[in-house]
């Protein structure tokens, strides 16, 4: 779909990857104001390729393309989580940095939501399993069934968090109730 469609009819293509160096998942969703719907959703199978660089270049390369065949308005990450293991964790900022780079050479907007968040975003629960991520999604999105690798769901789950947060990233020490709600979404108010 051409941006020029899109902005015509208030559309908004979302596309939500859940960082990964041996499998990266990506989700596209499709929103029509408060309604949305599922693209596509699939991984990237990176454990095939030998070194960490090569990996870097795959991921790059496929997340330009999925931008380029699908012309996303915004790009939602996982933020990596903290573990025991600093190469890892290394490894991961970087495959998640390449993905960022990879959207903003196409100029597009990226935000990164923690895993907690984005697991309370789609189940109500920050500590759901990725099993009842997925299962909610099937509810959500239609899905017909869910894929064997849950690295998939889990980027659709960012997709979907990223537009219920309209984009806007969770501050603390914001102020917070009705009054807050208002002033931030004046558009929701009838008159």
Not at 97 to 115: D, F, Q
Not at 122 to 129: D, F, H, K, R
Request: glycine share 10%; aromatic share 6%.
């Amino acid at each position: 779909m051409s941006k020029e469609g899109k902005k015509a009819t208030k559309e908004k293509i979302i596309l939500g990857i859940d960082p990964g160096t041996n499998i990266m998942g990506y989700g596209l969703i499709l929103v029509e104001g408060n309604k949305y719907s599922l693209i596509q959703f699939g991984v990237i199978h990176l454990k095939k390729y030998s070194g960490h660089e090569l990996k870097l270049k795959k991921i790059f390369e496929r997340i330009t393309g999925l931008i380029d065949e699908y012309h996303p308005d915004a790009v939602a990450l996982e933020a990596p989580f903290y573990g025991e293991n600093v190469q890892s964790m290394l490894k991961l900022g970087r495959a998640q940095g390449v993905a960022m780079a990879a959207a903003l050479a196409r100029e597009i907007p990226i935000a990164e939501y923690s895993p907690k968040k984005v697991k309370q975003s789609v189940t109500g629960n920050g500590n759901s399993s990725k099993e009842q991520v997925a299962e909610m999604l099937k509810t959500l999105l239609h899905i017909k069934e869910i894929p064997k690798l849950l690295d998939a769901t889990d980027a659709l789950a960012v997709a979907l968090c990223h537009h219920f947060h309209d984009g806007r990233l969770q501050t603390r020490g914001r102020s917070a109730g009705w009054k807050a709600f208002l002033e931030e979404n004046p558009n929701r108010i009838k008159g």
